[in-house]
């Protein structure tokens, strides 16, 4: 059991995220310790992830992949891990697990990056907005939200309840969506929402998420 602690938080409070741009500015001494305590964080994140996959029901999932805490020459603004059932290994959709400054997230989407590598189209996978009322039905839709790939604040993200109870604003955001790909999940917010077990958060929404994204099967 893993708490979701501040210090994973602020971790990522860093004004600058380029190591060429950190080392004009930082010792050779503060760079390698930065990097130790940002490494550190990532050792328990994938450590948490490791944990979910193993409590996931045996051959559902593929290998969960843990992005590395930096791509060589940057530090990243988060931390991320992605889950993709064992039947739809190789296509774009997957649930992703996300911590960044402001919040935890847990969420399904579509991976446009690289997607031309694997299968799956977008316009199949945005069919699944049809599905949502549907399966939010078995859910509590409390701290779940929806939003597309360009909303990259989360100000512009919409609350599930509210997409559920209007029509109006369920049929826009549809319209939109389907204009690029929706995101569905939910969220644990810094100094606000209490994760005591990252772990059981964690593979409770994807349990949740996962009849949904079965749907693609």
């Known amino acids: 059991m893993t708490a979701l602690s501040e210090d994973m938080f602020a971790i990522i409070d860093q004004p600058e995220f380029s ?3 950190i080392k004009e500015n930082q010792s050779p001494e503060e760079v390698a310790e930065l990097k130790e305590k940002f490494k550190a964080v990532w ?3 994938k450590k948490v992830n490791q ?3 193993s409590q996931l029901p045996p051959d559902q999932f593929a290998k969960v992949h843990v992005e590395s805490w930096t791509n060589g020459w940057n530090l990243r603004n988060h931390y991320w891990a992605s889950y ?19 919040q935890l997230q847990v969420y399904l989407m579509f991976q446009h990056y690289k997607s031309e590598q694997r299968q799956g189209t977008v316009d199949e996978y945005n069919q699944l907005l049809d599905r ?13 939200y929806l939003w597309d790939k360009d909303e990259m604040e989360f100000s512009d993200h919409l609350l599930l309840t509210k ?3 209007n029509h109006d604003i369920q049929q826009q955001f549809n319209s939109d ?5 929706f995101l569905l999940g939910k969220f644990a917010f810094r100094g606000k929402d209490q994760v005591d077990d990252m ?3 964690i593979s409770s929404v994807i349990r949740q998420l996962t009849p949904l994204y079965e749907e693609l099967k």
């Open 177 to 181: 969506a389907r204009q690029t790909s």
């Open 199 to 201: 772990e059981e958060y």
């Open 43 to 45: 050792q328990v994140w």
């Open 51 to 53: 944990t979910v996959a």
């Open 163 to 165: 997409y559920l109870n």
């Open 132 to 144: 949502v009322p549907e399966w939010a039905d078995n859910i509590d839709a409390t701290h779940w």
């Open 19 to 21: 190591f060429k741009k």
């Open 84 to 102: 993709r059932l064992a039947s739809l290994a190789d296509y774009n959709p997957c649930i992703g697990v996300m911590l960044d400054k402001n």
